[in-house]
């Protein structure tokens, strides 16, 4: 079975395929698709990976369902022989998202021309031909020995 930790909204959830979530209120039209990058945990297969924060390459596809509201909560605050009573009311606002996919992107391996490269640069260190002589001695050193002092000495 493939499931999904992703955090959206400050919050984590676990997220299946085909199953449905209730997220905290996005800015979305019913129908419209939505891609969380935020994976932290990915298994699929009895092989899990845990991010550092995030698993790299992995995304969570969905669909928003609806924006619902979840029951109204009654607040409210009283003292008694006070004469003080306080009553509120609170309806949070959630997105209905339906997961469609968990998808992860696969490490690709070395290309053949980074394989080139490192044999050239190896290529590049070979030693001097036979009559060639090797120049031992640094830019500054060769200064030192052209300038010569103004004076007569």
């Given at each position: 079975m ?8 400050g ?30 945990l990915?298994?699929e297969?009895g ?23 979840a029951?109204?909560i009654i ?21 209905r998202?339906?997961?469609d ?8 391996a ?8 490192s ?5 590049k ?15 500054a ?7 010569k002092?103004?004076?007569g000495?």
């Amino acid at each position: 079975m493939k499931y999904a930790v992703i955090e959206a909204g400050g919050k984590q959830y676990l997220a299946r395929e085909g199953e449905t979530l209730e997220v905290d209120r996005m800015p979305l039209e019913v129908g419209q698709k939505v891609e969380f990058k935020e994976v932290l945990l990915l298994a699929e297969d009895g092989k899990v990976q845990v991010g550092a924060p995030q698993v790299k390459g992995a995304k969570v596809e969905a669909t928003v369902v609806a924006q619902v509201k979840a029951p109204k909560i009654i607040v409210f605050k009283y003292i008694p022989k006070e004469r003080y009573r306080r009553k509120r009311g609170h309806r949070q606002q959630y997105t209905r998202v339906r997961v469609d996919r968990i998808a992860v992107a696969k490490p690709r391996a070395k290309k053949a021309s980074e394989a080139e490269k490192s044999k050239a640069s190896g290529a590049k260190k070979q030693p001097a031909a036979k009559g060639a002589k090797a120049d031992t001695k640094s830019a500054a050193a060769k200064k030192k020995q052209t300038k010569k002092p103004a004076g007569g000495e």
